[in-house]
């Protein structure tokens, strides 16, 4: 059983315009959620998070949405940059000892 | 500040083997936790270290054990191998007492033949 899901694997993007990631979850008790950015034979890379008791977290051309009710996260990448390409991780912090929760990921490609 | 290494970056072994897989720890970081990446999938929680001491487990069976340091660096060792242990192997640290954030190394390839 999937806690958190990205249910699109993968999106094309034209460079300059808006990257929209999406991700769902169903634990209501997750408190944190982070994405992470992988390219091929490195780990994970630390993009940006939000808390659950806020809506929206900006961070330069990254921002993340988050809708409680709706159990789902966004991440928008604006513009988008052809560097950008990359898998695209959602996590969600579960449990008492911090742990991660992660989903399948979703491959963008920005192509320019 | 150093990030968070890991050795070797791939390994190939046969199945009913032992493997051993290290990793070193970000500067600062008290907390060390280990995941299996298998293809096509997203990282999966194998466990996590705190002071030394085990204190968070995924859903993996016994033969996946690790160990830390008191420099807060890492083992992770799979008794038995199996070929469906053959996975990306990644090592994350954090601060306890900070924010959720952890920090990958660049992982571990295992191959099991």
């Known amino acids: 059983d999937q806690q958190v899901k990205q249910n699109s694997p993968s999106l094309s993007v034209q460079e300059g315009r808006i990257s929209i990631l999406n991700c769902d979850y169903t634990?209501?008790?997750?408190?944190?959620f982070l994405w992470y950015k992988k390219y091929p034979a490195e780990g994970p890379t630390f993009l940006i998070s939000?808390?659950?008791?806020?809506d929206k977290n900006e961070d330069g051309r990254f921002t993340v949405f988050l809708n409680k009710s709706a159990k789902h996260l966004s991440l928008h990448i604006v513009p988008s940059q052809p560097g950008d390409s990359a898998v695209y991780f959602c996590?969600?912090?579960?449990?008492?000892?911090?742990?991660?929760?992660f989903g399948k990921g979703t491959k963008l490609s920005v192509k320019p | 500040e150093t990030g968070v290494t890991q050795s070797p970056t791939h390994l190939i072994k046969t199945r009913g083997q032992q493997v051993t897989l290290r990793c070193s720890s970000q500067?600062?970081?008290?907390?060390v936790s280990w995941y299996q990446q298998a293809l096509g999938q997203g990282p999966q929680f194998i466990f996590q270290?705190?002071?030394?001491?085990?204190?968070g487990r995924g859903n993996f069976p016994p033969r996946f054990s690790g160990l830390q340091f008191p420099n807060y660096s890492s083992e992770l060792n799979v008794n038995a191998l199996e070929l469906d242990d053959s996975a990306l192997y990644l090592c994350?640290?954090?601060?306890?007492?900070?924010?959720?954030?952890?920090?990958f190394g660049q992982g571990t390839r295992l191959t099991v033949v």
């Open positions: 996590a969600a912090k579960g449990g008492s000892q911090g742990n991660l929760i």
């Open positions: 939000i808390s659950s008791i806020k």
């Open positions: 634990n209501s008790m997750f408190d944190y």
């Open positions: 270290y705190y002071r030394e001491e085990e204190n």
């Open positions: 500067s600062g970081h008290n907390t």
């Open positions: 994350a640290s954090r601060h306890k007492a900070g924010g959720a954030e952890a920090f």
